[in-house]
């Protein structure tokens, strides 16, 4: 499955992104989603993903995020997004989604766990 990720951009504090995750090559309605992320000189993090399906597709924040973000799915379109809110500058860097067929509910937030991954998108909040 192919990923490919937008939305990015710049924007200012306490403002809205939404970005997407569409995915080609295979439907990838039952594989885990994860949105993770990179700042400069910092180890890439986890942010959000779902569950597969098969787990009843529960969805996962990081702590740093839960509030704020949401992630959704839209099955039809084979696009996973992830609405950002009250966007703080500490939130800038550049956004990946991440998939994988297999995953279980205990690696979710581990970034090398996924196989498929895409771009990456940047998000510049300014203060």
């Known amino acids: 499955v192919q990923l490919q990720a937008s939305g990015g951009g710049l924007v200012q504090a306490g403002g809205s992104l939404r970005l997407s995750c569409a995915a080609s090559?295979?439907?990838?309605?039952?594989?885990?989603v994860g949105w993770f992320r990179q700042a400069p000189g910092k180890e890439r993090e986890f942010v959000a993903a779902?569950?597969?399906?098969?787990?009843?597709?529960?969805?996962y924040y990081a702590d740093s995020v839960k509030g704020r973000f949401t992630i959704s799915r839209d099955n039809a379109k084979n696009t996973v997004y992830l609405q950002m809110s009250s966007l703080k500058p500490e939130d800038t860097a550049v956004y990946y989604c991440a998939a994988d067929p297999a995953l279980i509910l205990g690696l979710l937030r581990v970034s090398r766990e996924y196989d498929y991954w895409g771009q990456g998108t940047q998000v510049t909040v300014s203060s």
């Open positions: 779902f569950s597969r399906s098969g787990s009843g597709s529960r969805t």
């Open positions: 090559g295979r439907t990838f309605s039952n594989y885990a």
